[in-house]
């Protein structure tokens, strides 16, 4: 599921990560982890091999496999980080016994779905199956089994659209707080300004998990298309007059679990709210986004002097070795948005750089994770921001830029092809800056 308006990729909520043995070679972590299985299972700590066998070929019906896939869960839960990789472990070794498109990975998980609170539960397990991938051998083949149950299991079909206001249950809202993962929520009374009555927050709950919020989406609204989230996340802020609203902005997009990854709905998300928008405020004319560049920050500090200068004057033949190297622009753009000055000549080489960045693309796609989310669904690169997201974070990641991705509803299909070409779809003003 990714990244997000401002889709941010899917991430754990913050609690703290199990223990983690530090990496080892393949083969010898694997013999390493068998070795420890085998002592557990001796000491009846763990279920044995044969026990887990059963897991996977027994009926779905059988009572006693059943019982026995309780009692994995409810040990698997207790364990610590190590003792949860040698369960993965001891399940990856026997999934790796049978063929690779066997049935029998898909009936194993399909007993844990069964159980109560199982859905929820096997979220958190694959969650755990990405972060240990690498390490442990025949995680991949598992993981590739439950992903293809969870797109089934989550998909958009099944979900429920929830509005969430000040009168959502507390419990619901510190999830909000947990989860946002684009501009933190430092406040109830920061909560409370994004999910006012001049604002929307709206979200989709899966009916086995319905209370937790798999993915939300902050909304607010102007007279104009929004280019600083300062004034947007400013509590003290006059309520707008709905009335006079003509933009709906999506500004914050998270992903709240990780071990959904992978399974998109966050396109199908942005469109039912459009249209829930459509119809409870039908004045509204435009829908944009005000989005963070996360990696721009990290590619621009990458690049050689030259490379840079190449970008900036957009001249090969006259690009400078002796040129400032990308990491100190990248000191360079932070420090001037975050005086909030700069001169004309910075802005439109930062305004260049981003461009290119925006544009970049890999494998067929854009290297940016939230532009790939939004110019994936249809959207198109607006309008480039000079400090308009001017905290720590969004002077970290971004040099405080930021990019209006524009969803015009008549051009969506038009904007995806023309990405299918490896061609994203900027505006003349982006165009004519880049």
């Known amino acids: 599921m990714s990244a997000p308006g401002n889709l941010v990729p899917a991430r754990a909520a913050r609690t703290p990560e199990p223990e983690r043995d530090a990496p080892e070679a393949a083969a010898p972590e694997s013999a390493s982890l068998m070795t420890r299985l085998g002592r557990l299972w001796e000491r009846g700590r763990l279920p044995s091999e044969s026990e887990v066998r059963r897991l996977f070929e027994a009926r779905l019906t059988d009572v006693a496999a059943n019982r026995l896939a309780r009692r994995w869960c409810e040990l698997y839960q207790s364990a610590d980080g190590k003792e949860r990789r040698l369960m993965l472990a001891a399940v990856a070794q026997v999934r790796g016994s049978y063929a690779a498109e066997g049935s029998e990975g898909a009936r194993f998980f399909k007993r844990f779905n069964a159980l109560p ?3 929820g539960f096997l979220v958190a397990l694959r969650a755990d199956m990405l972060r240990w991938r690498k390490q442990v051998s025949g995680l991949q083949v598992l993981d590739k089994d439950l992903e293809g149950l969870l797109s089934a ?3 958009v079909g099944l979900l429920e659209l929830r509005r969430l206001t000040w009168d959502s249950p507390a419990s619901l809202l510190e999830k909000l707080i947990l989860y946002e993962a684009v501009h933190e929520i430092k406040s109830w009374d920061d909560l409370r300004h994004r999910v006012a009555p001049d604002r929307r ?3 989709y709950f899966h009916p086995q998990m319905p209370d937790v919020p798999l993915i939300f989406v902050e909304v607010a609204f102007a007279g104009q298309m929004a280019d600083n989230v300062q004034a947007l996340l400013d509590s003290e802020a006059p309520p707008q007059n709905l009335d006079k609203a003509r933009w709906a902005i999506f500004y914050s997009i998270s992903n709240t679990q990780a071990g959904l990854k992978g399974i998109s709905f966050g396109n199908f998300l942005l469109k039912r709210v459009v249209e829930q928008l459509l119809e409870e405020l039908p004045k509204l004319k435009s829908f944009a986004t005000l989005s963070p560049m996360p990696g721009f920050a990290e590619w621009l500090g990458k690049l050689g002097g030259a490379d840079v200068e190449a970008i900036v004057r957009d001249d090969k033949a006259r690009a400078r070795s002796a040129a400032p190297e990308g ?11 975050g005086r909030g000055k700069a001169s004309e000549v910075l802005q439109r080489a930062a305004f260049r750089l981003a ?6 693309m890999k494998n067929g796609m854009p290297v940016d994770p939230v532009a790939r989310f939004h110019l994936g669904n249809g959207a198109r690169i607006e309008r480039l921001n000079w400090a308009a997201d001017t905290s720590p974070k969004g002077l970290r990641q971004s040099c405080g830029l930021m990019v209006n991705y524009l969803y015009d509803l008549d051009e969506l299909d038009d904007n995806l092809a023309r990405l299918g070409e490896g061609k994203p779809a900027v505006s003349r003003g982006v165009a004519r800056v880049g």
């Open 201 to 203: 927050c709206y979200a």
């Open 327 to 337: 990491a100190r622009w990248v000191e360079r753009l932070a420090h001037a948005a």
């Open 117 to 119: 609170q199982g859905l």
């Open 355 to 360: 461009s290119h960045y925006l544009q970049s």
């Open 153 to 155: 299991w989550f998909d």
